[in-house]
């Protein structure tokens, strides 16, 4: 199906973005969070207290030989946590139990634990990430990395013992053929995912269980516990998910069509992680035999999905270069979920789109399910929380909410938020929905007439509410600008944020290697909420075109920070209207491409093409004097990377945005307030 070239025509058969329904009353007459308070107000006080306060026991009982063996034979390895008195002897009392699986060995995980609670050593760490300030200088991104181990977050990666102390037991298991567990990795497949219920089902047998069961996790351990939750198992009653992911593929595996450098970059350090022994059982693993089945297990899957990854990329003959049902077996069901669930994402992180879709797909009122996203990327999860009107750290709304959930304590925390978003270009904020409420559609053209605002750019055209009045061919070739761009730092999980503004706060370096178009500035302060299309009129002179666009808020000082950005291959321009967005009057919203093989399209030379790329859904605000700006690259390394084949078809082409009244090039989004655009 090819999009209408009219920005009036509009694509039946679509439906309107969920809504998030109405704020869930407290069932008790307790001392209510006034609506808009991202801290969480008297209530969070409180819960920060019980964390960081007198705990119920002194000290944690830690088995790391733990075998839990799967209904197909295989054995998994597991941590189990439990309180203990001063004598350091586990506690006979069944506790509610907080399950984290996870792929990354938990040798690694017992590594952090032990550096975190050192004694001195632990705490001065953990004082100094709150304390060191580098904001406003070029190290500005040191900070923003080094306050998330002040934020509570690897609490929920790992063994979080204060959690453990109020009362709880904690079991963090080796997914399958990682870490000392048995087996193949399987990478969130079916499998894995049996053995995530069965776990939970072991777990519920146990002696020091009461059968109250919770799921937490960040990454690849938050999406292995939506779905186990969308499995429904007996005994679960709550899950908390740090940065999970509901689209593996339109988040980060083929954006678009193009493949991402993150993919082989991550494969790499977990299979080089599975290969690792845990030094905890190393010893009587060896006296036991289990060491021999490790390394059987091992040498039978030495890099698990590696070459077939490579071959697709070479050759584009693999299921994982497209949306293929490989990946449909991985993706939750979010939709059967009826659990209560915590949710985070950052509007940069790697699955930047998935925390508002999950969000939107639960099935809960509000208060049940909660929201929680920060202008952030992945590594940084966390970063600042805790500290002056941020939301609590992120191990304290755990406790707080599985302290509601499996221990029935009425403490507000299900009347915090519902949705606690960081504003890109203003301030933390405490809501009832997303998109904001009173956000209307707008459309704004791009245009060739320049804006006088990028000269530093291969063209420097106009954003504004009229079509372009003549036709123009706009000529934009690849580079590798992207190096050094928002979008490295977004592949990379946040990691090259520390080299610099470049690489985060200003997209400027970039810019002079593509098409720009900015509007005037805001006469009103302008909010910026929920999902965003652009649609473009473009040919190649080659069989492949690869696009890559972002949106920016201009600062008067020509500072161009990226709010969103997007990808497509106009092989892959085909969209399913069944699961594309919609508003209200028609408009798109979100493009749903196929990214399927037997649905790409062929791309005749020299034939300009309408496409949509759809842009990462996020919340910011345009200031007074501020611009909005549309950037369009010829794609952009390593971010987008694009498979031998297409890039073959595409050698030596020319890429035009074509600007033609008729055919109009335009932003799509929603929108609060009279810029006079």
């Keep these: 199906m090819t999009v209408p070239a009219d920005p009036d025509e509009s694509v039946p058969g679509g439906t309107a973005p969920d809504g998030f329904g109405e704020r869930r009353p407290r069932p008790t007459p307790l001392p209510t969070l006034p609506l808009g308070d991202p801290t969480g107000g008297a209530d969070a006080i409180r819960w920060r207290q019980l964390v960081d306060g007198p705990l119920q026991y002194p000290h944690v009982s830690i088995d790391r030989d733990v075998e839990i063996t799967m209904s197909d034979g295989v054995r998994?390895?597991?941590?189990?946590?439990?309180?203990?008195?001063?004598?350091?002897?586990?506690?006979?009392?069944?506790?509610?139990?907080?399950?984290?699986?996870?792929?990354?060995n938990r040798a690694l995980l017992d590594l952090l634990d032990q550096s975190v609670h050192a004694p001195l050593i632990g705490r001065a760490m953990s004082g100094l990430a709150g304390k060191v300030d580098l904001s406003g200088t070029a190290l500005s991104g040191v900070t923003d990395l080094t306050r998330t181990l002040s934020g509570g977050v690897f609490d929920v990666f790992g063994i979080n013992r204060n959690l453990v102390r109020s009362g709880y037991t904690q079991v963090i298991v080796d997914v399958r053929g990682t870490g000392a567990s048995h087996g193949k990795w399987q990478i969130l497949g079916a499998r894995e995912q049996k053995d995530s219920v069965e776990i939970l089902a072991w777990v519920a047998?146990?002696?020091?269980?009461?059968?109250?069961?919770?799921?937490?996790?960040?990454?690849?351990?938050?999406?292995?516990?939506?779905?186990a939750a969308d499995k429904r198992p007996?005994?679960?009653?709550?899950v908390f998910a740090v940065e999970g992911c509901e689209d593996i593929v339109r988040d980060i595996y083929i954006t678009g069509?193009?493949?991402?450098?993150?993919?082989p970059l991550w494969l790499s350090i977990v299979n080089v992680l599975k290969w690792i022994p845990n030094p905890a059982t190393?010893?009587?693993?060896?006296?036991?035999?289990?060491?021999?089945?490790?390394?059987?297990?091992?040498?039978?899957?030495?890099?698990?999905?590696?070459g077939s990854l490579a071959w697709g990329f070479l050759t584009g003959r693999d299921d994982r270069v497209y949306d293929d049902p490989y990946f449909d077996e991985r993706d939750p069901d979010v939709s059967k979920i009826d659990v209560p669930t915590f949710l985070f994402g950052g509007w940069h992180d790697l699955f930047g789109r998935s925390a508002t879709s999950i969000y939107s797909h639960l099935q809960m009122q509000p208060g049940r399910k909660q929201l929680v996203v920060s202008d952030g990327y992945h590594l940084d999860a966390g970063s600042g929380f805790g500290s002056a009107a941020h939301p609590p750290r992120v191990d304290v709304l755990e406790r707080a909410w599985f302290d509601k959930w499996l221990k029935g304590i009425d403490n507000g925390v299900d009347n915090y938020g519902p949705v606690t978003l960081e504003q890109q270009g203003g301030s933390w904020t405490a809501g009832d929905s997303f998109p904001r409420a009173g956000a209307s559609v707008r459309r704004l053209f791009l245009s060739d007439s320049p804006s006088g605002t990028a000269a530093h750019s291969a063209f420097d055209g106009s954003l504004g509410s009229s079509r372009s009045p003549s036709k123009a061919s706009l000529p934009v070739r690849p580079d590798m600008r992207g190096l050094r761009s928002r979008d490295m730092t977004q592949v990379t999980a946040g990691i090259t944020m520390v080299l610099g503004k470049d690489f985060g706060r200003d997209a400027r370096y970039q810019e002079a290697g593509g098409l720009t178009f900015s509007s005037a500035p805001v006469t009103e302060?302008?909010?910026i909420s929920g999902a965003l299309n652009l649609r473009l009129f473009v040919s190649t002179s080659g069989q492949e075109g690869i696009w890559a666009v972002?949106?920016?808020?201009?600062?008067?000082?020509?500072?161009?920070?990226?709010?969103?950005?997007?990808?497509?291959?106009?092989?892959?321009?085909?969209?399913?209207?069944?699961?594309?967005?919609?508003?209200e009057d028609g408009s798109l919203l979100v493009a749903h491409h196929y990214l399927s093989h037997k649905r790409k399209l062929p791309v005749p030379a020299g034939v300009p093409l309408p496409i949509d790329v759809d842009l990462v859904p996020t919340d910011a605000v345009l200031d007074i004097g501020h611009r909005l700006r549309v950037d369009i690259y010829a794609g952009s390394v390593p971010r987008y990377l694009t498979v031998v084949p297409d890039l073959i078809r595409a050698h030596g082409r020319r890429q035009d945005l074509v600007l033609d009244p008729h055919h109009p090039s335009y932003l799509s989004f929603r929108a609060i307030g009279d810029p006079d655009w």
């Design 76 to 104: 998994l390895r597991a941590t189990v946590i439990r309180p203990a008195d001063a004598t350091r002897r586990a506690v006979s009392t069944r506790y509610p139990t907080i399950v984290n699986i996870n792929p990354y």
């Design 205 to 227: 047998r146990q002696a020091w269980s009461n059968g109250r069961l919770g799921l937490a996790g960040w990454s690849y351990s938050a999406i292995n516990s939506l779905q």
């Design 234 to 238: 007996a005994g679960l009653e709550a």
């Design 257 to 263: 069509g193009l493949p991402s450098a993150f993919i």
């Design 282 to 306: 190393a010893a009587r693993d060896l006296r036991r035999g289990t060491s021999l089945r490790w390394l059987a297990n091992r040498v039978a899957s030495p890099a698990t999905e590696v």
């Design 525 to 527: 302060r302008t909010q």
């Design 550 to 583: 972002t949106v920016n808020d201009v600062a008067p000082d020509g500072t161009s920070t990226v709010l969103t950005n997007g990808a497509l291959t106009v092989s892959n321009r085909a969209i399913d209207p069944s699961l594309s967005e919609y508003a």
